[in-house]
């Protein structure tokens, strides 16, 4: 569903990536891993083109969403969901609003329809009576769990989650990471960049190990946790695990 | 001798007529009258000490001949009270006229009215070239962050060069530089004289308008890069996101340095009255030829100000206050 043909980002003198190629399947979940700087979150950003790549194809669903010529941007994002680290609810609107907001703007959804979706969502996240609550009036894991739902409103073809558990305290991690294990099993396509190696062995299908700007191994959670064969994915993982 | 008999008869006589004169004469002068009059009229009487109920013009009967009076006026609030004017009265009509001196705050207060009506206009100025310059600024604030070499090339230009050179030498520019200008264009050669209101609401709008910019671009620079990323991330276009998300958080953060460029703008309106514009600092300048008061009246001036700009200063900073709990 998304292939990545030997994907390069450079900014200026630094090289990010340096030809990465991986193939995500149609209701994969796929987590990569690997040391700060490794360039995974660019490789995400780069899926649906927050990041504009600098060589290289990204193909999704048999479409070069790279080739500029041929395709608008925008519709590519709408296709690809996004949560980020840092939540980036829009601050303005309630939680109910930042969920509707893109489907009536971008889909040209009525308003009944989107909120109608919206408050689904919201009863799917566990949030149905945070409705009207300011992103502000929200904890961490609400507004991360708020988010998400947004980025689902778009009916997305695959989720990508930036480090999404990695600004929460301690005890908001988990409802964040039910919600997202709900979605791997309903047979959502999700990318994820993360820490929790326990959701990526539990949840993920395979994970990526990453590190300057290559993917140096990927596998089974089984195979990459258990039998690393590269020497730096062994270096990594004996000092988190 | 008989010339001498004939002498002495006529000066008896003219004694005769002299005191029979005064004798006769009294009871027609009997009445013993004291008019007091004074500049301005209408001040209090306070006679050995004692107001009197009537003001003056005054004029005062039943008055013993020889009778001795201390006059003082008094005309609250504006004038201080008169020197003590003791008068001795003689017999018959008497006049006294006593000039009341002025208090210090005497002109201020004559002015004020005039001075208050020139405030107004120079709020009137404020608050359209203000008015202009946020339209003006906000379309050039958004061109300045906008992905557009084009348009961020001519609202750098224009933000740089209004920024760069003073409100004075702009207001001297358009007044005086343009009316050459306009002759030509219209092809006669003769300068086109522009009306000082327009002049100087032209110069206040396009001043104003580059710093309202600025105050929009930094509004706009100042929300969270996520926002557009999360913006765009679910597909809406940079028109799209600018629109729903950017700019309405935006503009809730501009609104107190808003009220900041109001404040010096009123403020600074005040180089119009260069050009002859009838504002509150170029009436006083008027008033002061006429008065020769300039302490007085500039300090009255100063007054006007503050006492306009107060209520915006503080606004400002409860906006601020308030902006700083919600964010």
């Known amino acids: 569903m998304i292939k990545v043909v030997n994907l390069h980002k450079r900014y200026r003198h630094l090289h990010v990536l340096k030809g990465i190629s991986t193939e995500i399947q149609q209701g994969e979940v796929v987590c990569i891993i690997g040391p700060s700087g490794s360039g995974k979150s660019t490789f995400l950003r780069c899926i649906n083109l927050l990041e504009k790549p600098s060589e290289g194809h990204i193909y999704i669903e048999n479409i070069d969403v790279t080739d500029h010529s041929r395709i608008n941007v925008n519709e590519v994002r709408a296709e690809v969901g996004m949560v980020f680290q840092r939540f980036n609810l829009f601050p303005h609107l309630t939680a109910l609003e930042n969920i509707t907001i893109a489907p009536v703007k971008v889909r040209g959804l009525s308003t009944e329809e989107a909120q109608d979706r919206a408050y689904k969502l919201l009863e799917r996240v566990g949030l149905r009576h945070k409705a009207d609550a300011y992103p502000e009036q929200l904890s961490g894991g609400q507004q991360q769990r708020i988010a998400i739902a947004r980025a689902l409103a778009m009916k997305p073809k695959a989720l990508l989650f930036d480090e999404p558990t990695s600004a929460l305290d301690p005890e908001m991690i988990q409802e964040v990471l039910d919600v997202m294990k709900d979605l791997a099993h309903e047979g959502m396509t999700m990318v994820v960049v993360t820490h929790e190696m326990g959701f990526a062995r539990e949840v993920a299908k395979r994970v990526l190990f990453m590190d300057d700007g290559q993917i140096l191994e990927e596998g089974t959670p089984q195979a990459i946790f258990s039998t690393p064969k590269n020497e730096r994915t062994k270096q990594f993982l004996s000092k988190i695990l | ?327």
């Open chain 2, 1 to 327: 001798m008989k010339l001498k008999v004939t002498l002495i008869f006529v000066v008896a006589f003219l004694l005769c007529l002299a005191v029979s004169g005064t004798v006769l004469c009294e009871p027609v002068s009997e009445i013993t009258t004291l008019t007091i009059t004074s500049d301005p009229e209408g001040a209090d009487i306070y006679l050995n000490g004692q107001k009197l109920d009537q003001q003056t013009p005054l004029t005062l009967e039943n008055l013993q001949p020889g009778q001795e009076i201390e006059l003082v006026l008094r005309k609250p609030p504006l004038y201080k009270k008169s020197i003590p004017k003791k008068v001795t009265v003689k017999p018959g009509k008497n006049n006294v006229f006593i000039p009341i001196p002025e208090t210090w705050y005497y002109y201020m207060w004559l002015y004020l009215p005039t001075l208050l009506k020139a405030a107004g206009m120079t709020l009137f100025l404020t608050i359209i070239a203000v008015f202009n310059g946020i339209i003006i600024g906000t379309f050039t604030g958004i061109f300045r962050v906008v992905h557009n070499k084009l348009l961020n090339t001519i609202a750098g230009i224009y933000v740089d060069f209004t920024r760069g050179t003073p409100l004075l030498v702009q207001i001297f520019m358009i007044h005086f530089g343009t009316p050459p200008i306009i002759g030509h264009l219209l092809g006669t050669g003769n300068p086109v004289p522009i009306n000082p209101f327009v002049s100087a609401l032209l110069a206040l709008s396009i001043n104003s308008g580059a710093y309202v910019a600025e105050i929009i671009r930094a509004g706009i620079q100042s929300i969270d890069v996520g926002q557009m990323e999360a913006a765009r991330s679910l597909g809406m276009t940079y028109r799209q996101a600018m629109r729903f998300i950017i700019l309405p958080q935006a503009l809730k953060r501009v609104i107190p340095p808003l009220g900041n460029e109001f404040i010096a703008m009123l403020k600074d309106s005040s180089l119009v009255s260069v050009i002859g514009m009838e504002e509150l600092v170029r009436r006083a300048q008027v008033i002061i030829t006429r008065t020769y008061r300039p302490t007085e009246t500039w300090i009255e001036v100063g007054l006007i100000f503050l006492i306009m700009t107060l209520p915006f200063t503080r606004l400002v900073a409860y906006l601020e206050r308030r902006l700083k709990t919600s964010d």
